[in-house]
């Protein structure tokens, strides 16, 4: 019979991609995807094309070209205090997506229980479903997102096999503690369990907020499979260039898993990867987050004035906010209202929670200067409700 797997009857197009495409119907401005049009560095830009045209554009070794796990293992080592063999535990990977979902198959068995703190970034959980894992949420709360140490260790069952960090976050803004960071290590320690941690947004920090890789905690390096990648840092989410960095025993099965679906990441743009690690000074990473907390600021500040009180991001580039002010009955009827009146588009909050998020919608910031000011102009001019002061 001509019919969908069981696992593809069950799913549904993202909010996300829904919202783009109904933002592109009215031709609004689209704060629902996080596309970063910024400039990507020059010496990435040249390394990418010099490797295509000294005809560096077949197979590499599936984890990776040597200089990038080379300079990814030198990366580790200095800003997120990690030390890896770049021979044995970096796998060079098609985006943090084919990192993630190649350590998820390579250590995680059907109706294990993965802890996920919500709101969520949805690929982490939909990941799990199509491999038949079983979420088991933890709710942050705003303003801070923080999580309750009680709520977070009654989560924890004979079934659990990992929890998921991602700091900065996406949608919440949240950057864990180290408090927070060496609690999670604790209980995975003593349950004996993985910590898979999303570490793309690790450049985009506000306020004195510092990133801080679980790995880098006692005890927590051969526990612990550290994801991240260049999408978000070089504005190059078109490239697909990430990876995982593990100890040897997983990296290996990671290594292979990612090749059965993509071989390898595009072989040109690692090298114009390696060359943004190697050339790119700390004055770059500090300059990427002041211009994205200048972005913060404008959209925050907005959101504030307009009487929809934003919840101030630590890190990343996306800011929940309390939208009880709009008409609608749900989230989504929000961002449609929102769409249709100021030509703003946005996220509907409730998917990034497995029951709440009904008030709330996400705004990502990763715009041009332009774009992101015009949104504000349309944001400023909606009445909604009683403004905040
Ligand atoms: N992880 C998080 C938390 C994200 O928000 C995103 C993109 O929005 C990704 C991963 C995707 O990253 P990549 O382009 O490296 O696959």
Known sequence: MLELSRKAAGVAQSEIRIMSVE??????????????????????????????????????????????????????????????????????????????YSACIALLNPGDEVIVFEPYYGYHVNTLRALDCTPVYVTMHPPEWIFSHEHLRNAI???????????????????????????????????????????????????????????????????????????????????????????????????????????????????????????????FYRDLAMEYRAKRDLLCTTLEQIGLAPSWPQGSYYVLADASALPGSNSKEKAMHLLANAGVASVPGEAFFSGGGRNLLRFCFAKTDSDLQEACRRLSRLSVGAPAC
């Open 23 to 100: 933002c592109e119907k009215v031709r609004g401005i689209n704060l629902a995807q996080g596309i970063c049009d910024t400039e990507v560095p020059k010496p990435v830009q040249r390394a990418a094309v010099e490797a295509i045209h000294s005809r560096q554009n077949s197979y590499t070794r599936l984890d990776g070209v040597a200089n990038l796990r080379c300079a990814i293992a030198r990366k580790m080592r200095e800003y997120n205090h990690v030390e890896v063999d770049p021979e044995r535990e970096v796998v060079v990977t098609a985006g943090s997506t084919g990192a993630y």
């Open 157 to 283: 069952t004979p079934k659990t096999r990992a929890i998921i960090v991602n700091s900065p976050a996406n949608p919440s803004g949240k950057v864990l503690t180290r408090e927070e960071l060496e609690f999670i290590a604790q209980l995975t320690i003593e349950n004996d369990f993985f910590v898979i941690t999303d570490e793309i947004y690790e450049y985009f920090l506000y306020d004195q907020n510092l990133h801080i890789s679980p790995a880098s905690l006692p005890g927590m390096a051969e526990r612990t499979i550290t994801i991240s990648g260049f999408s978000k840092t070089y504005s190059i989410t078109g490239w697909r260039i990430g990876y995982a960095v593990c100890d040897a025993r997983w990296a290996q099965s990671i290594g292979y898993f990612h090749d059965l679906a993509y071989i390898c990441a595009p072989s040109p743009f690692q090298h114009g990867v390696a060359a943004g690690l190697e050339e790119l000074e700390p004055a």
